[in-house]
């Protein structure tokens, strides 16, 4: 089984929706993150998470909110969403500061 | 704002080329400078980091060469293969602090057979 695993795996909403990406991990990290991937832009940092009462944010966070609801799952919501929110979404784990592991990704379209 | 500038955004070699992917970041106090693969519908995954005391890291037909006055760093792929095609980002990395990741804007490889 996947260490990280990500639900769903794609998704076609519209706009206006709320809609929630889910991660699960597997491998005991207090640290988590979300990102999201455009093409010629990168992997860019939504919000991170060190620790279950630690939430921040990253450096996009506007329009997207999180819950880390245990060690092991950290929740990404677009809580009303807009086309230019259409993008692959990938959760990270780590342990330590020296290595990340991402989940398979979530492809959202928003129409 | 801190940014990683990576070049070029594609990249096409043939089999057995050495394709050399280039980043360069601004802020000195960046200490750690991973290199993640990714193949298409799959997640990143961590292929090769250097710290900054250092100028040159082997890893198989993985090498990271880093010039810390010009503040840049690159990837050479020795004797690429068609499995090697993937896109690459790399990343600079405070190593204290919030630890966060600033990525690259990725190149896209392609390895001809």
């Known amino acids: 089984d996947a260490d990280v695993t990500q639900t769903p795996r794609n998704r076609i909403t519209k706009t206006g929706k709320r809609i929630m990406l889910e991660c699960s991990q597997t491998?005991?990290?207090?640290?988590m993150y979300w990102y999201r991937q455009d093409p010629g832009l990168g992997l860019r940092l939504i919000y991170y998470s060190f620790d279950v009462k630690d939430i921040n944010k990253g450096e996009i966070s506007d329009g997207y909110s999180v819950s880390r609801q245990a060690q092991a799952k950290f929740s990404l919501s677009l809580e009303s969403a807009i086309p230019n929110q259409t993008a692959l979404y990938f959760c990270?784990?780590?342990?330590?500061?020296?290595?990340?592991?991402f989940g398979p990704g979530t492809r959202l379209t928003v129409l | 704002q801190q940014q990683v500038k990576q070049s070029p955004q594609s990249l096409i070699v043939q089999k057995g080329g050495i394709p050399i992917i280039n980043c360069a970041y601004e802020?000195?106090?960046?200490?750690?400078f991973p290199w993640y693969q990714q193949f298409p519908g799959k997640g990143p995954a961590l292929l090769i980091a250097?710290?900054?005391?250092?100028s040159e890291k082997k890893e198989g037909r993985f090498t990271i060469s880093f010039n810390k006055s010009a503040k840049q760093f690159s990837l050479h792929i020795m004797d690429s293969q068609p499995g090697d095609s993937a896109t690459y980002f790399c990343?600079?990395?405070?190593?204290?602090?919030?630890?966060?990741?600033?990525f690259g804007t990725g190149t896209r490889l392609k390895v001809l057979a």
């Open positions: 990270a784990t780590s342990h330590r500061w020296d290595e990340q592991f």
């Open positions: 250097i710290r900054p005391d250092v």
């Open positions: 491998k005991g990290h207090d640290r």
């Open positions: 990343a600079a990395v405070r190593a204290s602090g919030t630890y966060k990741y600033i």
């Open positions: 802020n000195t106090a960046f200490d750690y």
